[in-house]
């Protein structure tokens, strides 16, 4: 080989290298795992009508490397809605998590809460709510499971709390659908959020974005908005909570990892 073709390649390879090491990458490369399989340490439980961290009747529990929601101590569901948060806030992130329904509905649970649960994100803090306070304000991306029968999309949105600007309007409809297939049975199933602070927002299953909006927000009209809004008054919500529901139907959660995406 000449001399000057082995110092050509030798160039390629050090201007590879440099501009490999100096591309803009995620804060923190690769997924990290909020739920660890052993145990709840990193998470703080909050149930309507109890204190921070009373876990009321064993709601939350791990088994068999599962986080698993449960009703069997219930007699009865009693609108004790059951949220728990992980210890950190975040603002730009991928959150991917496994879920599947399973057994039969807490008694007395609202028809609209069978096979329901939820990922809540850019939420208040556990710390922040009321005694009775039944959900986070905040972005709940429904989790929901079918009946057999018939049609119910999944990662559907729901906004406690707040409003977004869907396709080029304030939206302030409380929940609205995606366009997934509908999940029946007790099937294991993907999905993944990806959140850009008060950009954009993506609930994404098999790959595919089923529903996408912008500019996530308080609503002036909840009771909670004075007390979360910000000094500058600023109305946008940029980061906050991330939290897994409990709504009467038992559920299981093999896998709640995130991507970093530029959080400090």
């Known amino acids: 080989m000449k001399k000057n073709s082995f110092k050509i390649i030798l160039f390629v390879l050090s201007l590879s290298l440099f ?19 052993k145990d709840l340490n990193d998470w703080n439980i909050k149930i309507t009508g109890f204190p921070l961290n009373e ?6 529990r791990v088994e ?18 059951g949220h728990i948060f992980y210890k950190n806030p975040y603002s730009h992130y991928k959150i991917r998590v496994e879920y599947r329904f ?3 509905q807490c008694p007395e649970g609202a028809g609209w809460a069978f096979r329901n ?7 208040q803090s556990a710390e922040s709510m009321e005694l009775n306070q039944d959900f986070p304000v905040c972005i709940e991306v429904q989790l929901l499971g079918g009946n057999g029968t018939d049609e119910r999309s999944t ?3 729901c906004t406690p709390g707040t409003n977004v600007v869907y396709k080029d309007s304030l939206w302030t409809q409380h929940c609205t659908n995606s366009s997934s297939k509908t999940y029946h049975g007790d099937q294991w199933v993907t999905v993944e959020v990806e959140v850009q602070g008060d ?5 994404i299953i098999d790959g595919q974005v089923v529903l996408e909006y912008t500019k996530p927000q308080l609503d002036p009209r909840d009771p909670s908005f004075q007390k979360l809004l910000l000094p500058d008054k600023n109305i946008m919500l940029t980061k906050g909570s991330i939290s897994l529901q409990a709504e009467s139907h038992p559920i299981d959660f093999r896998k709640v990892e995130l991507l970093n995406l530029g959080d400090d």
């Open 19 to 37: 501009m490999a090491c100096t591309s803009k990458k995620p804060k923190n490369e690769g997924w990290i795992q909020l739920f660890n399989g």
């Open 55 to 60: 876990n009321f009747n064993n709601t939350f």
């Open 64 to 81: 068999d490397s599962l986080l698993k929601v449960r009703y069997d101590q219930y007699d009865k569901f009693d609108s004790h809605f």
């Open 102 to 104: 399973v057994g039969e």
């Open 117 to 123: 649960s939820g990922i809540m994100v850019h939420g």
């Open 155 to 157: 990662l559907n949105l």
């Open 199 to 203: 950009s954009i927002i993506k609930h």
